[in-house]
C-alpha cells in the first residue's frame, strides 16, 4: 500500500517570517490528517527557520535543488548533506524549471539523485514533456527517456527513497490541468517504466505524485486515479487553506 504524499514545492516565494507565518497557519489545519505525507519546500534562506516551526508537527521539510557533491569549491550551491543536516527529508530534483531554465540534463539529475539517495535522503524525481513535445505525440519518448537516464544505475535497494512526480511543462502555473485520464495514462506509463528498469515489486511501491495546477477542486478525481499516488503543489501550497484543502482530499 503506497502512502499518498502531497508536497508544496513554494518556489522562489516567501521570507523566512512569511514562510513561518505560513507554516503557523498550516499546522492547526492538517494537524489531524493521517495516512497521508506532508511535505513542504521553502527556498533555502527559509529552510532552517521553517525546520524549527514544523518541530513535532507532521509536516515534513524539503529542498528544491541539491548539488551532487558533497562539498567543495562549488560556489552557491547547497549539498544533500547540508539539506539534511538543517531537517530536511526529502530534495526536490530535475524540476522543469531548472530544466527549460537553466538547462539541466539527465545526466546532471541523475547524478543528483545518487547523491541524494547515497546521503540518506528521499528523491522527488519531477519528470515531463512540454506541449510542443505532446503535441509532436513525443510524450511516452520524453518520458521513457527522462526516467531511464534519471535512474540510470541507480542500485535498487535506493529506490525505495525515490518518489517520481509527472509534472506536465503545459500545466504548471497556467491553470490548466491534465484530464484525469490524461494523467492516469502517464503515470501508468511511467509505472512500467520502472517495472521494466527494476522489478514490479519495486514498481508497485513506487510512489508516482502529479505536478501542474493542483487545486482542491480538481485533487479528488486526481487521486482517484490507480496509478496517482499524490501531488506536487505549486502555487497553491503558498495558501495555508487551498494546500490544506489538498492535503485533506477525498478519493470519490
Known amino acids: 500500500m503506497r502512502t499518498p504524499m502531497i508536497a508544496g514545492n513554494w518556489k522562489l516565494n516567501k521570507t523566512c517570517g512569511e514562510a513561518v507565518e505560513l507554516i503557523n497557519a498550516l499546522k492547526p489545519a492538517v494537524a489531524d490528517v493521517t495516512g497521508v505525507e506532508i511535505v513542504v519546500a521553502p527556498v533555502f534562506t527559509a529552510l532552517a527557520a521553517v525546520s524549527e516551526a514544523?518541530?513535532?508537527?507532521?509536516?515534513?521539510?524539503?529542498?528544491?535543488?541539491?548539488?551532487?557533491?558533497?562539498?567543495?569549491?562549488?560556489?552557491?550551491?547547497?549539498?544533500?548533506?547540508?539539506?539534511?543536516?538543517?531537517?530536511?527529508?526529502?530534495?526536490?530534483?530535475?524540476?522543469?524549471?531548472?530544466?527549460?531554465?537553466?538547462?539541466?540534463?539527465?545526466?546532471f539529475i541523475n547524478r543528483k539523485i545518487k547523491a541524494a539517495t547515497a546521503a540518506g535522503m528521499g528523491a522527488i524525481l519531477c519528470i515531463g514533456e512540454t506541449l510542443e513535445e505532446r503535441e509532436a505525440d513525443q510524450m511516452f519518448d520524453i518520458l521513457r527517456r527522462q526516467v531511464r537516464l534519471g535512474l540510470k544505475k541507480l542500485a535498487a535497494d535506493a529506490m525505495g527513497a525515490v518518489v517520481?512526480?509527472?509534472?506536465?511543462?503545459?500545466?504548471?502555473?497556467?491553470?490548466?490541468?491534465?484530464?484525469?485520464?490524461?494523467?492516469?495514462?502517464?503515470?501508468a506509463f511511467i509505472r512500467a517504466l520502472v517495472k521494466e528498469?527494476?522489478?514490479?515489486?519495486?514498481?508497485?511501491?513506487?510512489?508516482?505524485?502529479?505536478?501542474?495546477?493542483?487545486?482542491?477542486?480538481?485533487?479528488?478525481?486526481?487521486?482517484?486515479?490507480?496509478?496517482?499516488?499524490?501531488?506536487?503543489?505549486?502555487?497553491?501550497?503558498?495558501?495555508a487553506e487551498d494546500f490544506a484543502g489538498i492535503v485533506d482530499f477525498r478519493k470519490p
Not at 77 to 86: N, Q
Not at 204 to 232: C, E, F, H, W
Open 164 to 187: 517520481i512526480a509527472y509534472e506536465p511543462v503545459w500545466a504548471i502555473g497556467t491553470g490548466k490541468t491534465a484530464t484525469d485520464e490524461q494523467a492516469q495514462e502517464a503515470h
Open 197 to 239: 528498469t527494476y522489478t514490479e515489486e519495486i514498481a508497485d511501491a513506487t510512489r508516482i505524485l502529479y505536478g501542474g495546477s493542483v487545486k482542491p477542486a480538481n485533487v479528488d478525481q486526481l487521486m482517484a486515479q490507480p496509478d496517482v499516488d499524490g501531488a506536487l503543489v505549486g502555487g497553491a501550497s503558498l495558501q
Open 54 to 107: 514544523i518541530a513535532g508537527s507532521n509536516i515534513l521539510l524539503a529542498g528544491q535543488n541539491c548539488y551532487p557533491e558533497a562539498n567543495g569549491a562549488f560556489t552557491g550551491e547547497v549539498s544533500p548533506a547540508l539539506l539534511k543536516d538543517v531537517g530536511c527529508s526529502y530534495v526536490i530534483i530535475g524540476h522543469s524549471e531548472r530544466r527549460q531554465l537553466l538547462k539541466e540534463s539527465d545526466e
